[in-house]
């Protein structure tokens, strides 16, 4: 038995007719999709990398990409939903979204495919979701449509996602409906000054040592309160001492004295961040003043 040469609809070739069909699903897509981001995690070298865990010991995200996705879950999200644990309120909202495969790769260039790690900032609900699989073998990606789909070329990509939960990751697009969202999530420290000239400015960023591309202590500038002698800051890199403290786009240069963490914080993300909270209510339990808590007198 064989399949009719005339009419085989298993080419081993792209044909007009799969061209037509992708067409017809990325305007679709427009259509009916939404706006997101693509943020793609930043390749880091590989001492940087934990290869037991196969993770980045800090993850950054520092550019977004704009692309239109088909909400899959139109009639709300899946996964466990909220509830309430031992460890607080959790909040494991999960979703799937469709992207042309043609338009990621028309703009993102340096990826072969959507990532499993990389985030998706959806503007509707404002929000940030992590991929954990690409799924591209399944009905969502219509079965090899006309024959296409052998050697990894289909039509779209079915992103599985889960709720980002934010650790201090650093997320640094230069867009700023993005970096705005996750800003007052970052914990914050703060620098007190003694003197110096110029005024900080916001999301600038200070550094320690002559210059910014060899110092290896810097921030970003959360709020400054100059009159006051104090500078917030968040996505500390490195431990600032007393010394100067420089200004990459203000130029202002100030005298640090001390650095500490504040200890309270108002979240804008409650469902992300609770860290301070764990800290404040296990310095409560545990007294590591006298001598190790876990090992008996």
Known sequence: MATNS????????????????EDLLVECMQI??????YLP?????????????????????????PLEMYLENVTGMDGEGDFISKFGLEIRDELSLLVSRKR?????KELIRPREGDLIYIPL???FFEITFVEHENDQAMFYTLGRGRAGNVFVYALKMKQFVFSNEIIHTGIDEVDNQIRDSYSRSRIYLTSGTGCYVSNEIVYQGTDLANSSVKAVVYTANTPGKYLDVIQ??????????TGNTSGAVWIAN????????????????????????SNEILDFSCQNPFVSS
């Open 6 to 21: 005339f009419f085989n609809p298993y080419p081993s070739y792209i044909t007009n007719e799969h061209n037509l069909i």
């Open 32 to 37: 009916t999709g939404h706006d997101v981001y």
């Open 41 to 65: 995690r930043t390749v880091r070298s590989d001492n940087e990398i934990d290869l037991i865990y196969g993770e980045d010991t800090l993850k950054e995200y520092r550019s977004a990409y």
């Open 104 to 108: 990621f790769n028309n703009e993102v």
């Open 125 to 127: 609900i404002q929000n």
């Open 236 to 245: 500390v890199i490195g431990t600032f001492v007393s010394g100067t403290v």
């Open 258 to 281: 001390t650095y500490s963490e504040i200890p309270s914080m108002e979240y804008s993300f409650e469902d992300l961040v609770d860290n301070s909270n764990l800290k404040t209510e």
